[in-house]
């Protein structure tokens, strides 16, 4: 679950990207690691993983999935599965890694992606870079996911000069 968890939001893939993936996927051949997606459209993506998911899912590989094949997926129901994860069953895990951890607002497969979205548009990552990750063919697409965070940095702006205007009055 945690990898699961960890794939999803580090690279804010869709639902059905992420069931979908095969080991053969994970591309360790070049000097960065790709996870190589077929994304919305059925066209290919390839974007760079960061050092700890690529460390995260070679563990993964080794410990719970060792007799598996480059062709078998890479998030199997169980580990000797060869069934892959569904979206139904990707939105309950992700539903309730959220209540286990305490979080009571629904989250799915797809809010995860929309916080990558927003964390990195928060840290600076130009909306090109935002955009490519997401593998979005229009900027307009990757805008709508960043409207949400610009408008609750506004909300809360709001709400700081209200607190200040009652406390001055």
């Known amino acids: 679950r945690f990898v699961v968890f960890s794939t999803l939001s580090y690279v804010g893939m869709r639902a059905t990207e992420l069931c979908s993936l095969k080991i053969k996927d994970f591309d360790l051949s070049g000097k960065y690691t790709r996870l190589h997606l077929k994304i919305k459209g059925g066209q290919l993506h390839a974007p760079l993983i960061s050092d700890e998911l690529s460390s995260l899912i070679k563990t993964y590989i080794v410990t719970l999935r060792p007799l598996s094949k480059k062709e078998d997926f890479l998030f199997a129901l169980t580990p000797f599965s060869k069934?892959?994860?569904?979206?139904?069953?990707?939105?309950?895990?992700?539903?309730?890694?959220?209540?286990?951890?305490?979080?009571?607002?629904?989250?799915?497969?797809?809010?995860?992606?929309?916080?990558?979205?927003?964390?990195?548009?928060?840290?600076?990552?130009?909306?090109?870079?935002?955009?490519?990750?997401?593998?979005?063919?229009?900027?307009?697409?990757?805008?709508?996911?960043?409207?949400?965070?610009?408008?609750?940095?506004?909300?809360?702006?709001?709400?700081?000069?209200?607190?200040?205007?009652?406390?001055?009055?």
Do not use: F, W
Not at 99 to 108: A, M, N
């Open 83 to 169: 069934k892959p994860l569904t979206r139904d069953y990707l939105a309950r895990m992700i539903s309730s890694i959220a209540l286990g951890s305490g979080i009571s607002k629904e989250i799915s497969p797809h809010s995860c992606r929309a916080t990558v979205a927003s964390h990195l548009h928060r840290n600076g990552v130009p909306l090109s870079e935002i955009q490519d990750l997401l593998g979005h063919k229009s900027m307009m697409t990757t805008m709508m996911y960043i409207r949400k965070t610009d408008e609750e940095k506004e909300s809360a702006s709001r709400k700081v000069n209200y607190l200040k205007a009652t406390k001055e009055g």
